[in-house]
């Protein structure tokens, strides 16, 4: 079984700051890990995903998520945020091998401040 | 048309009412889903269908009832509906289920308003 954990289910900051939202997950086997964005009112949206590959991946709008297997993290950052990042994030983990359903964490919300 | 696609994008019902929800992908994906978003509430999987089989059914009330014709289309018929059951479905894609890499494409979703 697998799990995932957002700590802070919303995170504040400033027009041009660093944005760091953290993602914990535990999983049997090794894991597939994805960030997902969703903008009011519409679905969800890929940002990236780690397949075990590079253990940093970039995605789009500038974000990048570093897998850290001795800590099961996969935190998202992006060096300066911008208004039109205000949206919630969203991590799921789904176990490699066989046939998984993603597991998906609560959510957190990004308010950025002009 | 390209991604998913929901129709309709927002629904109002009442308690006694049938309704359903569609959706339609294009993708060529062969596994669908179907998730409740309510507000404050995580991200909640309904029903998974995989080459349009049944795989999942996550002890969702009776009151649904899914229903996945070809690989392109899937359904949520609604019927006696509660006032909870109010929030956002959305439906979503991927190429397949096997090994679990592939990541999800999700339509706009329908905003149901149960009366």
């Known amino acids: 079984a697998q799990s995932v954990t957002q700590l802070g289910s919303h995170v504040s900051v400033s027009e041009g700051a660093l944005v760091l939202l953290r993602c914990n997950y535990s999983s049997s086997v090794p894991p597939y890990l994805f960030w997902y964005v969703q903008y009011p009112n519409q679905g969800l949206q890929l940002l990236l995903k780690y397949t075990s590959a590079a253990t940093l991946v970039k995605g789009i709008n500038g974000f990048e998520a570093e897998f850290k297997k001795s800590e099961t993290s996969f935190h998202l950052t992006k060096p300066s945020a911008h208004m039109s990042d205000a949206a919630e994030y969203f991590c799921a983990v789904s176990p490699s091998g066989g046939s998984y359903i993603p597991t998906f964490g609560r959510g957190t919300s990004l308010i950025v401040h002009p | ?88 479905y959305l439906c979503a894609s991927s190429q397949d289920l096997a090994g679990g890499q592939y990541e999800q494409y999700f339509g706009p979703g329908t905003r149901l308003t149960v009366t």
């Open chain 2, 1 to 88: 048309e390209t991604g998913v696609t929901q129709t309709p994008r927002h629904l109002v019902m009442g308690m006694t009412n049938k309704k359903s929800l569609k959706c339609e992908q294009h993708l060529g994906h062969n596994a669908m889903y179907w998730y409740k978003q309510s507000a404050k509430k995580p991200l909640e999987l309904m029903f998974v269908y995989s080459l349009e089989e049944r795989v999942e059914n996550n002890s969702v009330p009776s009151r649904f009832s899914p229903e996945c014709p070809n690989s392109s289309h899937l359904f949520l018929h609604l019927h006696t509906l509660q006032p909870e059951d109010s929030a956002l």
